[in-house]
């Protein structure tokens, strides 16, 4: 490594030719280390498998030794019948580089001197990109990045082309983590449940956003309402997390009985813990929650002072209904989930009381969701809102979106697995 050092301090051109050599070397560094890497793990895996060193002899008379890989031709899956049979070339696009010649072992099975299809841990057949992409797609688009972002990138790193579709592809493949989230059942059941709908505007990825010039009108984006129905649970020792959500067009009572109904299947139930819901106000969710949950847990408020306070709801109401029926009605309408309150233990109620916890809470997913505004299809915006709550839960937990992000890849692949 030569620079080009003086006396005096490096500055501007010098300084910045030295900061780019250095940059440079140390990536070539790095870029010659990967490849005996990855190549030395697939000898390694080929060992473990057959049972034997390279050039070690085959144990033919020894019993059978099964293994997953098997002869693509007559199905052996003896690893004594398998030889070692040079390798074949493939390229891998890492977050150092495109390789484009890793070597990778090849076996032969001798009952057929047919090929062995061989699945190496590390590697996925036919996939060009390696888990690095995979990644780092979750991770920025935990960020909102955009997809264009995405490809920029990564086009940059492995000096060719990603395509968009690629990168949609892999998006796609997330959605199985969020229906996943969707009915997994719920065995720690929150004895607070906030129902809310967060209103959010979204914008096809393929739309073309010209950039302004003078004098010309801004291009009106088309921007299509939506609404992300998010059921939140808190539990007494302060944690929460949400549990579950729909996305919908309207707030009407089907929209949100869907949304009900899932938690209620999922285990949400008082019977199990559930205390209280606490709702936003909104017209169709009463509804769906008379249906579901008051029916039941009506049984509780019973033997509380909320029975005394129905009393006085009903004498009052029988004094001003002629004279203001509206507000009678409304007051009526909006008792029963005032009357839930009275349904809680000491504890909670006071928990509830004093903390800012479902304010705060609801101001940090409307800041979440307003952000997921590039998404094109349902299955984008579900999977934008899922990465949404995985970032969230990871910064309620103390975890930091990187590794959560990185985790989610090994969940997803387990999920195909
Ligand atoms: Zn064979």
Same mark, same amino acid.
């Given at each position: 490594m030569s620079l080009p050092f003086t006396q005096g301090k490096l500055q501007g051109k010098e300084r910045k030719n030295a900061l780019q050599s250095v940059q440079e070397q140390a990536k070539a560094a790095a870029r010659a280390a990967i490849r005996p890497v990855l190549q030395g793990f697939l000898e390694t895996e080929v060992c473990a498998k057959l049972g034997r060193e390279k050039g070690e002899a085959r144990?033919?008379?020894?019993?059978p030794r099964e293994i997953d890989w098997q002869c693509?031709?007559?199905?052996?899956? !003896?690893?004594?019948?398998f030889t070692r049979d040079g390798h074949y070339r493939r390229g891998l696009s890492t977050g150092w580089e495109h390789l484009s010649d890793l070597r990778v072992p090849m076996l032969e099975c001798q009952q057929c001197q047919h090929d062995v299809v061989t699945q190496f841990t590390i590697l996925e057949k036919y996939?060009?990109?390696?888990m690095d992409l995979d990644q780092d797609v979750l991770f920025g688009s935990g960020f909102c990045e955009s997809l264009r972002h995405l490809q920029e990138r990564w086009s940059a790193t492995i000096e060719g082309s990603v395509g968009l579709r690629t990168l949609n592809e892999w998006i796609n493949q997330i959605e199985a983590l969020a229906s996943r989230v969707h009915t997994e059942?719920?065995? !720690?059941?929150?004895?607070v449940i906030q129902l809310d709908g967060i209103w959010v505007t979204i914008q096809s990825q393929h739309e073309k956003i010209k950039p302004d010039k003078p004098h010309r009108q801004r291009k009106k984006r088309s921007g299509k309402k939506i609404v992300v129905l998010v059921a939140l649970g808190f539990w007494a020792n302060g944690s929460r997390e949400v549990l579950d959500w729909q996305i919908a067009r309207s707030e009407d009572h089907q929209e949100w009985e869907l949304l009900v109904q899932r938690l209620w299947e999922r285990g949400c139930r008082p019977e199990q813990g559930l205390q209280l819901v606490v709702r936003d106000?909104?017209?169709g969710l009463g509804e769906a929650l008379a249906l579901q949950w008051m029916e039941q847990a009506a049984a509780i408020y019973k033997a509380t002072t909320g029975s005394s306070a129905r009393t006085l709801l009903v004498q009052w109401g029988k004094q001003w209904r002629e004279q203001a029926p509206q507000s009678v009605a409304t007051l009526e309408r909006d008792f029963e989930q005032t009357l839930?309150?009275?349904?809680?233990?000491g504890l909670t109620l006071e928990w509830i009381r004093t903390t800012s916890l479902l304010e705060r809470t609801n101001r940090e997913l409307r800041h979440k969701f307003c952000?997921?505004?590039?998404?094109?299809s349902h299955k984008g915006a579900e999977v934008a809102v899922y990465l949404q709550v995985q970032r969230l839960h990871a910064r309620w937990s103390g975890e930091s979106w990187w590794d959560t992000s990185h985790a989610l890849y090994f969940e997803l692949r387990n999920l195909h697995a």
């Open positions: 144990h033919i008379s020894s019993q693509g031709h007559c199905g052996c899956q !003896d690893a004594n019948q996939k060009r990109f390696w059942p719920i065995t !720690d059941v929150p004895p106000g909104s017209g839930v309150f009275y349904a809680l233990s952000q997921v505004v590039t998404f094109g």
